[in-house]
């Protein structure tokens, strides 16, 4: 495919998303309320953004808006759209479409002036300045920012790609979701749904708990007699404590079965069989979210210095701690922070404010504040949220928690249920459209 | 890579990574708006500049006081609800900054 036929494509690709994914509020936003991109700043530059998630899209907005039309900003992405993490366990329980989740990239391009290249990284040259595409073309840069998100490990016994397929992590919406949907849907009545729980870090930490509340919420109506065997690797419940322990031993009772500090040795696909230090537990569906670590092109560029499996950065610009010239934003970031949408939003404005004010010889903002938001649905129509806020803490050099800032709802509603959709709209509004 | 040779590799771009941070070549572009980055915590649900029509109240163009007022008053109310959770993340001198930056878009 050459570029001209991926640029069709990527825009007829865009429209569809856009009727599907972001009805409503296209159409409601005019231009002038989304934002133009100025043209004389006196701020010039080449940057190019790795990845079209939540980070990427925001970052790559955000550096035409800010740095104008002297700041030429190029998004490599592999996919044609992107598929929303967020909301998509309703998609499990039949409530929302993995289509009405999928967020096109032609509004960056018309509206921003965005080049997109669909691709993929061979490699970075972070002495010479430039990404090496698969294709053998070259892409030069002043700046980088690289937003992958995560990869898996491979828990033992789905090393093959039979297992993988029987045993879905569903961790990255798109097919995966659609098929754990399809997997549950095969379910009888009374039978079990086991879904394990990877240790801090992974992506959305309220996400698996607010999974198996969606899952045993349907199963309750849809499944009589099932359960949801939640074995989690982690002490305790590592996100809204109040909203899921309530979840857990009063909304779906007798339903869901939590276990904390578990370790999974292995899982037999054939015979669907967890082997933990519980004893082994059979299922009908077993949904195994791995643990996580930064996606491949941070591991393979040398930008993986905390651990090995995440990217260290400097949290004034995310300007990576292995590599000047080179941003890590989002949830392949080691950071103080939660991996999750719509804090990567956030790092990904800090990120193009710090690259517009370095290309034009200004310092970064000393004191950056970001904010976590997140709302979970505990049934299909009751919700749950979580907030934070994270200030600069120039003695660690961290993004810390701000005291009183922080906290959960003080009860599931149908209020927090309606503003959730409402957020998610103006959320994917603000990184997208 | 090892543990010793990824600290290696560290030091050794320390000095570089130090000295792009740290460029102060002559500009002639003009500084950010003060608050910008600020106000930009309350673009994903509120909307670029706070302009938004499809979801939570839009901030842009409401004067400075109403804004600076309203975030004042949600820090002390109980139980918090998610905004007002937010509001008691910012100093009285932030709240300034995001307050006057938002009065300011049209």
């Known amino acids: 495919m050459n570029r001209r036929d991926f640029f069709r494509l990527a825009s007829m690709a865009g429209i569809g998303a856009s009727t599907a994914g972001l009805t409503g509020l296209v159409n409601a936003a005019t231009p002038a309320q989304l934002g133009t991109v100025p043209t004389n700043t006196g701020i010039s530059g080449r940057v190019v953004v790795i990845g079209g998630g939540m980070a990427g899209a925001t970052v790559a907005k955000y550096l035409r808006l800010w740095g104008g039309t002297g700041v030429s900003v190029t998004l490599i992405e592999r996919e044609t759209a992107y598929n929303s993490n967020i909301l998509s366990n309703l998609v499990l329980s039949g409530q929302r479409s993995m289509t009405s989740l999928q967020f096109g990239y032609s509004n960056l391009a018309t509206r921003y002036g965005i080049r997109l290249v669909k691709g993929d990284v061979s490699a970075i040259d972070p002495v010479g300045h430039s990404v090496s595409l698969a294709d053998g073309s070259k892409l030069p840069y002043d700046r980088l920012v690289v937003a992958p998100g995560i990869d898996f490990d491979t828990i033992a016994g789905l090393e093959t790609p039979a297992a993988q397929a029987r045993v879905l992590h569903a961790w990255k919406a798109g097919t995966q979701t659609t098929q754990l949907r399809n997997q549950l849907l095969a379910m009888k009545p009374g039978g079990v749904f086991a879904m394990t729980i990877p240790a801090k870090p992974y992506r959305c930490p309220p996400g698996p708990y607010e999974r198996a509340c969606v899952v045993a919420d349907w199963l309750k109506k849809n499944r009589a007699g099932s359960k949801v065997i939640v074995l989690d690797a982690n002490p305790g419940i590592t996100a809204e404590p109040l909203a899921f322990t309530n979840a857990f031993e009063v909304v779906h009772k007798g339903v869901i079965e939590y276990h904390p500090g578990v370790s999974i040795s292995s899982i037999d696909a054939s015979t669907m069989t967890l082997n933990s230090n519980l004893g082994s537990i059979k299922a009908n569906v077993i949904n195994a979210i791995p643990a996580h670590k930064a996606g491949k092109v941070v591991i393979d560029n040398g930008l993986a210095n905390v651990g090995g499996r995440w990217a260290g950065v400097d949290v004034l610009t995310y300007q990576s701690t292995a590599a000047p010239g080179i941003h890590v934003i989002g949830d392949a970031s080691a950071t103080t922070q939660p991996k999750a949408g719509h804090i990567a939003n956030q790092e990904a404005k800090i990120c193009a404010d710090a690259i517009v004010r370095l290309l034009a010889g200004r310092s970064p903002d000393p004191s950056p504040i970001t904010n976590s938001a997140c709302y979970s649905p505990i049934t299909a129509d009751t919700a749950s949220w979580l907030t934070a806020v994270f200030a600069y803490d120039p003695v660690s050099r961290t993004m810390q928690p701000v005291p009183g800032a922080a906290g959960e709802a003080a009860a599931r509603s149908q209020d927090n249920y309606k503003e959730m959709i409402k957020w998610f709209n103006t959320l994917m509004e603000d990184s997208f459209a | ?106």
């Not at chain 2, 792009?20 to 003060?34: E, G, K, L, R």
């Not at chain 2, 100093?91 to 930056?101: E, H, K, P, V």
């Open chain 2, 1 to 106: 890579m090892n543990q010793k040779t990824m600290r290696l590799r560290v030091l050794l771009w320390l000095p570089f990574a130090l000295a792009s941070t740290c460029v102060t070549a002559q500009t002639t572009s003009a500084a950010p708006p003060a608050g910008r980055l600020l106000a930009s915590n309350c673009f994903q649900c509120h909307g670029n500049n706070g302009k938004s029509n499809i979801g939570f109240e839009r901030l842009a163009g409401s004067s400075s006081s109403e804004i600076y007022n309203e975030l004042r008053e949600m820090r002390s109310k109980v139980p918090p609800k998610m905004m007002d959770m937010h509001a008691r993340g910012y100093s009285d001198a932030q709240i300034r900054l995001i307050a006057d930056y938002l009065s300011k878009q049209r």
